[in-house]
C-alpha cells in the first residue's frame, strides 16, 4: 500500500467518524431538547392541574359563598325580608359552616405558606356568629360581645378570597391558553 492510499483510507475513516460523532451529537441534542420539552409539559401540566384545583375545592367556592352573602347581607340588615329572616340566618350559617370545613381541610391548596391571620378571625367570627344568631329565643350578638375585635366580620378575608381568586383565574386562563398552544 502506498501513502496515497493510507491517506484515502485515512480521511474516509476520518471523514465517516465525524459524521458519525455528527449523527451521535445530534441524537444527544435532539433528546435533551425532547426530554426538557417534556419536562416543561409535564410542570405546566401539574401546574395547571393545581391550579384548576384551588379554583374548584377552596378559592371558587368560599368566592361564590361570599359573592352571594354581600348581595343578601345588606338587604337582610335593611329588614326587607324579615319573613324568611330564620333562613336567611341558617343559610349564612351554613356558608360559614361550608367556607370553615374548607379552610381546616383544603389547606393544601391555599397559596402561600403561611395561613393568613384573616382566615383565623373568619373563622372565630363566623364560629361566634353562629352561636349567638341561630339561637331561638335572643338571636342576636350582645353588645359587649359585638365589640370584641376578634369577632368582627374580618373585610380583609373577602378582600384577600377576591382578589386571589381572580388572580389564580386570570393565571389559570393563561395556563390554558398556552397548553392549548403546544
Request: charged share 25%; hydrophobic share 40%.
Amino acid at each position: 500500500m502506498d501513502i496515497l492510499q493510507i491517506f484515502g483510507v485515512f480521511l474516509a475513516s476520518a471523514f465517516g467518524a465525524g459524521a458519525f460523532f455528527k449523527f451521535s451529537a445530534e441524537k444527544i441534542i435532539e433528546t435533551g431538547l425532547q426530554k426538557a420539552l417534556h419536562k416543561e409539559t409535564l410542570l405546566t401540566e401539574a401546574d395547571l392541574e393545581f391550579r384548576q384545583r384551588q379554583l374548584e375545592e377552596f378559592y371558587g367556592p368560599i368566592y361564590a359563598s361570599l359573592k352571594l352573602s354581600s348581595e343578601i347581607y345588606p338587604i337582610w340588615i335593611d329588614g326587607k325580608v324579615e319573613e324568611v329572616n330564620q333562613e336567611i340566618k341558617n343559610l349564612f350559617k351554613q356558608q360559614n359552616d361550608s367556607i370553615t370545613t374548607i379552610l381546616k381541610t383544603k389547606t393544601h391548596l391555599m397559596d402561600g405558606e403561611n395561613f393568613p391571620p384573616e382566615f383565623i378571625q373568619f373563622m372565630t367570627s363566623a364560629t361566634i356568629w353562629s352561636m349567638y344568631c341561630t339561637r331561638e329565643h335572643d338571636p342576636y350578638i350582645p353588645e359587649h360581645v359585638a365589640s370584641i375585635e376578634q369577632i368582627k366580620w374580618p373585610k380583609a378575608f373577602e378582600e384577600h378570597i377576591y382578589d386571589k381568586t381572580e388572580e389564580l383565574k386570570r393565571n389559570l386562563d393563561k395556563l390554558l391558553i398556552k397548553h392549548r398552544a403546544k
